[in-house]
């Protein structure tokens, strides 16, 4: 999978395999999210609730997903509650070519895992993220929490 920004304050994900890209545009305050022409759609906002992160909310009115972090925190480590109520750990590792991994709470190891690729990342699967369903909303708040930890570097 590939995840780049977009010069109008978005991003995208290429999942590969045939899958539709994942467009994520600035919209307001906050991002739209659509997956296709016809497919899902989403609104991404910064959770105002909470220190910091994101809340993932579907427009078809199904669950919400969302990340925390830890008071004043920017970017990882945040956690990250899925629509069907699992709970992943988003991780920074390293400091200058930072990759990022998504793991869980209940084993050691990543499910997936981002490393810098060019003006953007490469995101793929662990062996055992090929057995983990990884839902796109997953993959979604995965990627905004990269780039939202990318950006805090670059403001210093």
Do not use: C, H
């Not at 899902?40 to 992160?53: N, T, V």
């Amino acid at each position: 999978m590939r995840l780049a920004t977009t010069r109008e304050g978005g991003f995208r994900i290429e999942p590969g395999g045939g899958a539709a890209a994942l467009a994520v545009s600035a919209a307001g305050d906050g991002w739209e999210v659509s997956q296709g022409p016809s497919g899902a759609r989403w609104l991404l906002e910064r959770d105002r609730s909470y220190p910091g992160g994101f809340v993932l909310s579907d427009r078809r009115g199904g669950a919400s997903s969302r990340t925390t972090r830890e008071a004043d925190g920017d970017g990882a480590p945040s956690n990250l509650l899925a629509p069907d109520g699992r709970l992943f750990l988003i991780r920074r590792r390293g400091a200058d070519a930072a990759r990022f991994e998504l793991s869980g709470w209940e084993v050691p190891g990543a499910y997936l895992v981002a490393r810098p690729e060019g003006d953007g990342f490469d995101i793929s699967l662990t062996d055992a993220g090929l057995k983990l369903d990884v839902a796109v909303e997953v993959l979604i708040l995965f990627a905004a929490e990269i780039l939202d930890a990318i950006a805090a570097d670059a403001r210093g």
